[in-house]
T-cell receptor
Framework: GNSVTQMEGPVTLSEEAFLTINCTYT??????LFWYVQYPGEGLQLLLK?????DKGSNKGFEATYRKETTSFHLEKGSVQVSDSAVYFC????????????FGKGTTLSVSS | GAVVSQHPSWVICKSGTSVKIECRSL??????MFWYRQFPKQSLMLMAT?????????EQGVEKDKFLINHASLTLSTLTVTSAHPEDSSFYIC???????????FGEGSWLTVV
């Protein structure tokens, strides 16, 4: 079945450091890939997405490239801010199958000034 | 942008009572809605998929008689936790897939505490 594997956290960085959160997936079809962010006590917000191989999703300085050959969708940001502290979830969905999002376990990011 | 609204945002109920959580798509139609449960510091666990006008499809291990899901219209799905127990305390999140694109929108979540 479909699954998403994220790197274990927490990730602790200083402000302006480079961020990478690894995400790999297993899927039977051709999924769309997503990164969601969850701030403390809140619901999920879509951060970025990519719907086909080699697509790059980007938003608020974050970016991730859909790599079919390595089944990966790693999240990167060149310079993190304290306000980026949150939990980040990688997810996939096979739209054509009408299925729900399958989430990774989430990675907690903590950025200090 | 599209908005999915959940109500209530938080609720406290006594053991043995039932509580209903609503999920509404405010500016789009959603033939499919999904209900998730999230325990503290854990990922989202899909509970069920709800299709408008038909019975919900529950994930393995989720009690359909305990977590009643109704999707009576294209903009509203409800989750009723029946005979609630303290172990049902959790963060419940709904999401809705729009009918025109490959996008899933999430509600703000509902905190349930059973005392």
């Amino acid at each position: 079945g479909n699954s998403v594997t994220q790197m274990e956290g927490p990730v602790t960085l200083s402000e302006e450091a480079f961020l990478t959160i690894n995400c790999t997936y297993t899927a039977t079809g051709y999924p769309s890939l997503f990164w969601y962010v969850q701030y403390p006590g809140e619901g999920l917000q879509l951060l970025l997405k990519a719907t086909k191989a080699d697509d790059k999703g980007s938003n608020k300085g974050f970016e991730a490239t859909y790599r079919k050959e390595t089944t990966s969708f790693h999240l990167e940001k060149g310079s993190v801010q304290v306000s980026d502290s949150a939990v980040y979830f990688c997810a996939l969905s096979e739209y054509q199958a009408g299925t729900a999002l399958i989430f990774g376990k989430g990675t907690t990011l903590s950025v200090s000034s | 942008g599209a908005v999915v609204s959940q109500h209530p945002s938080w609720v406290i109920c006594k053991s043995g009572t039932s509580v209903k959580i609503e999920c509404r798509s405010l500016d789009f139609q959603a033939t499919t809605m999904f209900w998730y449960r999230q325990f503290p510091k854990q990922s989202l666990m899909l509970m069920a998929t709800s299709n408008e006008g038909s019975k919900a499809t529950y994930e393995q291990g989720v009690e359909k008689d305990k977590f009643l899901i109704n999707h009576a219209s294209l903009t509203l799905s409800t989750l009723t936790v029946t005979s609630a127990h303290p172990e049902d305390s959790s963060f419940y999140i709904c999401s809705a897939r729009d009918t025109s694109g490959n996008t899933i929108y999430f509600g703000e979540g509902s905190w349930l505490t059973v005392v």
